[in-house]
């Protein structure tokens, strides 16, 4: 699969959506996130990343002008025993209950289906990386066939990650009205030499389209240790926060 550079890919597409890049970097050492909102309406931009305890969460920027939560308010990121589960949604919620009760991530996600946000229908994507053993990763996407009628459940299962490389799974292929859902399996992306995360992010973050970009979440995670350097980079505010977590 040809790898690609994720900043000239998000350059080149005005509206992915939200999207999940998980991948190692180039000494091997250390495990590499990120996760990013974009927004069309007025409640879907008028949104901010925060830190929680065990990970990050989505809230309104002017909570007055909060028309409906349903879908825009959730934890994008949380972690749980050594492992951290990435998604667009409140399945983020469900995989770490299953986990909880001796589940698995798979099984968390058969019970969930694509957003109710007709004709839009959003795909749920997700992504968990695991440190219990050695570091792997696996993302999925829950995506509509027939109008909202069938959901087609995929997997993606990454247990050797190579050096320098990571994946990458979005909402939405590009703009459109209404927009079309994300397809094919998700893009190989080149991980560049990282000295800064926060220049990292900040790249990335000025990659994506400025008039739909919101939020963008960055994570260095140690592989031997499980600490994690992180950053939040927000539109709204022009807030940007970093912290270690041990």
């Known amino acids: 699969m040809k790898t690609q550079s994720f900043n000239e890919l998000l350059k080149n597409n005005a509206y992915p959506g939200r999207g999940i890049l998980i991948g190692l970097t180039h000494d091997g050492k250390k495990a590499v996130c990120v996760y990013f909102i974009m927004g069309r309406s007025e409640n879907s931009r008028n949104r901010i990343f925060s830190i929680t305890d065990d990970g990050i969460k989505t809230q309104a920027f002017e909570p007055e002008k909060l028309s409906d939560p349903s879908l825009v308010i959730y934890n994008p990121v949380r972690t749980f025993d050594k492992n951290i589960i990435v998604t667009n949604g409140d399945q983020t919620d469900t995989i770490c209950d299953f986990l909880h009760n001796g589940g698995t991530f798979e099984e968390a996600l058969r019970t969930r289906r694509?957003?109710?946000?007709?004709?839009?229908?959003?795909?749920?994507?997700?992504?968990?990386?695991?440190?219990?053993?050695?570091?792997?990763?696996?993302?999925?996407?829950?995506?509509?066939?027939?109008?909202?009628?069938?959901?087609?459940?995929?997997?993606?299962?990454?247990?050797?990650?190579?050096?320098?490389?990571?994946?990458?799974?979005?909402?939405?292929?590009?703009?459109?009205?209404?927009?079309?859902?994300?397809?094919?399996?998700?893009?190989?992306?080149?991980?560049?030499?990282?000295?800064?995360?926060?220049?990292?992010?900040?790249?990335?973050?000025?990659?994506?389209?400025?008039?739909?970009?919101?939020?963008?979440?960055?994570?260095?995670?140690?592989?031997?240790?499980?600490?994690?350097?992180?950053?939040?980079?927000?539109?709204?505010?022009?807030?940007?926060?970093?912290?270690?977590?041990?």
């Open 114 to 246: 694509f957003e109710p946000d007709p004709p839009i229908f959003t795909p749920r994507i997700s992504g968990i990386m695991s440190f219990e053993k050695r570091f792997e990763y696996k993302l999925s996407i829950l995506k509509s066939e027939g109008e909202g009628e069938t959901c087609l459940r995929f997997f993606y299962e990454y247990n050797i990650p190579i050096k320098a490389k990571g994946h990458f799974i979005h909402t939405y292929k590009c703009d459109g009205d209404p927009v079309p859902s994300f397809e094919g399996e998700p893009v190989c992306i080149e991980i560049p030499e990282i000295d800064s995360l926060e220049k990292y992010a900040e790249r990335i973050f000025h990659s994506i389209n400025n008039d739909n970009k919101v939020s963008l979440y960055a994570s260095l995670i140690d592989i031997e240790s499980f600490e994690s350097e992180n950053i939040i980079i927000n539109k709204n505010g022009g807030g940007i926060e970093k912290w270690q977590r041990n």
